[in-house]
């Protein structure tokens, strides 16, 4: 590490010290749990609320809309997110968030009739669409760049965690001990986050220095020297104040109408990969593969290596770069839905696909790795390093809203994409999107490894800083 004077009578560090950073984030990201669990929780619940003798019985039509009302209070939480985070900040803005979990995880326990079911999962969606705004945001505002990768992949790292969480005690605990257990997430968000430090970046912008200052000595030491840090974040607060920003900036100016979409094609590439409909075959694919797991196992198993693979995101993206390993990702991800495609059309055909049970089991879990260390974290990491401070929540609700939306799309028109194309043909398109994500990456996508938000500006623009990356 270099010495850049004096600090207290001790060498005053470049490079700050990096726990306090990972405990903010960690806790944090215990919204991301809660968002996992709040995604995870149709899963084991509805196949039973769906049987015979449920006490609150589901048709399909029903269930469906449970599933997807959650996609449908997200894009109403991902818009006024930064508007509010803005004004209270990241901190008070994150707390708040507990809240609509909390509300839904009380009315699920409760629930005796289905429009309660129906309110509980819009209000949660409500949180969770808020949830995908702020918390990258923070995540990217707190972090040194040479962690800020990390940091970023903790969201979808906690996410997946949360999915697991969620698949695990739903095949072995009732349904009213399992919104239980999903709600006590949101209490140990609350009782860490309330300690943790608020953005320094959002501290200068409103003017308080003296309160970034010691934001910033929590989380990067007291023998870190802060002046450099918060003279360049003063810098950029008072250009950000005299440009007088707004959301018609983004599509305005030529750095920030890139980053745009570069964000929106990320967050479309990420939904139209196909992952709902690989996950949603999970369990033909394990028969196929003559397995004769159940399918809260198969979920469970599926879950597993997408949080592995999440935590390996999180630990080689700040070395592998953002953009090789989006290339990598969606590259994979179109040869694994080529074989699955192929595999189901030979089924299809009527031919012996006996001696072929490996085929698709292989292309899932390759699908599943490559997704989780690319596709799956990258875009929302994206989303907090692409974009100058005043653009960022404009630009990140934008992005949240335009991801829930082709949740909800997918969702829905899935069954009649399957009716048309059958199982083959809708692989196969998922396949051509994912072969269009990586030529996309390759030619539009720059790299933001190690780099400060100016100097991605810079290569946004078309020039090239200089930049150890």
Not at 3 to 8: A, E, H, R, S, V
Not at 180 to 189: N, Q, T
Not at 253 to 273: N, T, V, Y
Not at 284 to 309: H, R, T, Y
Request: charged fraction near 15%; aromatic fraction near 10%.
């Amino acid at each position: 590490m270099e010495d850049t004077g004096m600090l207290n009578g001790a060498p005053a560090r470049q490079d700050g010290q990096k726990l306090w950073q990972y405990l903010s984030a960690f806790s944090a990201c215990f919204l991301s749990i809660g968002v996992g669990t709040a995604l995870a929780w149709t899963s084991p619940v509805i196949p039973d609320l769906e049987a015979f003798d449920s006490w609150l019985p589901l048709t399909k039509d029903e269930s469906s809309w449970v599933s997807s009302l959650l996609a449908i209070g997200a894009m109403v939480g991902a818009l006024p997110a930064s508007p509010i985070a803005n004004s209270l900040g990241r901190k008070r803005a994150l707390l708040l968030l507990s809240l609509p979990f909390l509300i839904s995880w009380t009315i699920i326990i409760f629930a005796s009739q289905i429009w309660m079911l129906y309110a509980a999962r819009s209000i949660v969606g409500i949180g969770v669409g808020a949830s995908c705004v702020l918390v990258p945001t923070y995540l990217s505002e707190i972090g040194e760049p040479s962690i800020r990768g990390t940091l970023g992949a903790m969201f979808q790292l906690f996410l997946t965690i949360g999915i697991v969480y969620t698949f695990v005690l739903g095949a072995v605990v009732n349904y009213t001990t399992l919104a239980i257990a999903c709600g006590v997430i949101e209490v140990v968000f609350v009782g860490t986050f309330l300690f943790m430090p608020e953005s320094p970046i959002w501290l200068v912008g409103k003017g308080r220095r003296a309160d970034a200052t010691a934001a910033l000595k929590r989380l990067r030491g007291d023998v870190y020297d802060v002046n450099t840090e918060l003279n360049q974040m003063q810098k950029e607060a008072e250009e950000n104040a005299n440009r007088r920003s707004s959301v018609f900036d983004l599509v305005r100016l030529p750095a920030p109408r890139k980053a745009l979409l570069i964000c929106f094609a990320g967050m479309a590439f990420q939904q139209l990969s196909g992952v709902n409909a690989v996950i949603f075959y999970t369990v033909n694919i394990f028969k196929a593969a003559g397995s004769s797991l159940d399918a809260d196992v198969a979920a469970i198993l599926v879950a597993v290596v997408q949080c592995v693979m999440a935590l390996v995101a999180a630990g080689i993206v700040d070395r592998a770069g953002r953009k090789p390993l989006l290339m990598f990702s969606s590259s994979v991800m179109s040869c694994s839905l080529i074989a699955l495609g192929l595999f189901f059309k030979l089924k299809e055909n009527g031919s012996d696909v006996s001696n072929l049970g490996w085929l698709p089991l292989a292309s899932l879990i390759l699908f599943m790795i490559a997704f989780s260390i690319g596709l799956g974290p990258i875009p929302w990491m994206l989303m907090g390093e692409l974009f100058t401070v005043e653009l960022k929540g404009n630009a990140s609700s934008l992005s949240v809203l335009l991801n829930w939306f082709l949740v909800f799309l997918v969702t829905k028109t899935f069954p009649a994409l399957e009716m048309v194309f059958k199982s083959s043909g809708t692989f196969w398109i998922f396949a051509v999107i994912m072969g269009l994500a990586t030529v996309f990456t390759f030619f539009v996508v720059p790299e933001t490894k190690g780099k400060t938000i100016q100097e991605v500006q810079e290569e946004l623009l078309g020039n090239k800083p200089n930049s150890s990356v």
